[in-house]
């Protein structure tokens, strides 16, 4: 209002670059991205995506699709996700680092994609004629 000459005063939020804790893909990206000292469109340039993916990425609003994640990886230079313990927690980290689809690796191992999934799924174990396909894929 014209007859209203209100100031606000005060000191500014503190903006962090840093994430707090590495969460999400997301966390590993900016983080990665502030220690090397590069603009979100030079991260994107790198992974072949658009800035505003980046963006996105980065505020956690999407997460990197699954062909993506190579990319992303090769990025951060090591892997974000959880070593795997198990067998089947294994098999699901290979599938994920490589971009592959439950389709796709369900194919290279001559399995049905359900059963794959239910292997990764921890709901029923793969067969031995199975198992070493797997532990020869995962050297």
């Known amino acids: 209002m014209p007859?209203?000459?209100?100031?606000?005063?005060?000191?500014?939020?503190?903006?962090?670059?840093?994430p707090k804790s590495l969460n999400?893909?997301?966390d590993h990206i900016r983080n990665r991205?502030?220690?090397?000292?590069?603009?979100?469109?030079?991260v994107a340039a790198q992974i072949g995506v658009d800035p505003d993916t980046i963006?996105?990425?980065?505020?956690?609003?999407?997460?990197p699709a699954l062909t993506l994640i190579p990319?992303?990886?090769?990025?951060?230079?090591y892997v974000p996700f959880v070593l795997a313990g198990s067998l089947t927690e294994?098999?699901?980290?290979?599938?994920?680092t490589r971009g592959?689809?439950?389709?796709?690796?369900?194919?290279?191992l001559g399995v049905d994609p359900s059963t794959l999934a239910g292997w990764e799924a921890g709901r029923h174990k793969p067969e031995r004629k199975f198992l070493d396909r797997i532990e020869e894929l995962l050297r």
């Open 3 to 18: 007859f209203c000459h209100a100031e606000l005063n005060g000191p500014r939020p503190r903006f962090d670059p840093y």
């Open 24 to 26: 999400t893909l997301g």
């Open 33 to 42: 991205r502030r220690d090397l000292g590069l603009l979100q469109r030079e």
């Open 55 to 63: 963006w996105n990425w980065e505020s956690n609003a999407t997460t």
């Open 71 to 77: 990319r992303v990886i090769n990025f951060l230079g």
């Open 90 to 96: 294994k098999l699901a980290l290979f599938r994920k």
């Open 100 to 108: 592959l689809s439950i389709r796709q690796l369900a194919g290279e």
